[in-house]
């Protein structure tokens, strides 16, 4: 667990306010995913928008996270 908050603070460290944004989109995505309480015609519809917004912005923070990750480690 203490490996984890020294990545994530240097992760934060190496971090502009675009990568903050797509963590915030990231979570703001899978939020609507576990808690859609949409009506059944348009529930599809905002699971799959909300599906991609989350791909879209999980694969790139998480390549950054694991590059920080091997980094850190390598210092």
Same mark, same amino acid.
């Given at each position: 667990m203490k490996n984890l908050f020294t990545?994530? +603070? !240097?992760?934060?460290? !190496?971090? +502009?306010?675009? +990568?903050?944004a797509m963590i915030k989109f990231c979570l703001f995505s899978i939020g609507i995913l576990a808690g859609m309480r949409i009506p059944?015609?348009?529930k599809g519809r905002a699971g799959a928008i909300a599906a991609v917004v989350f791909a879209v912005t999980y694969i790139p923070l998480m390549a950054k996270f694991f590059s920080v990750v091997k980094n850190v480690k390598n210092n």
């Open positions: 990545y994530a +603070d !240097e992760y934060i460290k !190496e971090s +502009d306010w675009k +990568d903050l059944g015609k348009n």
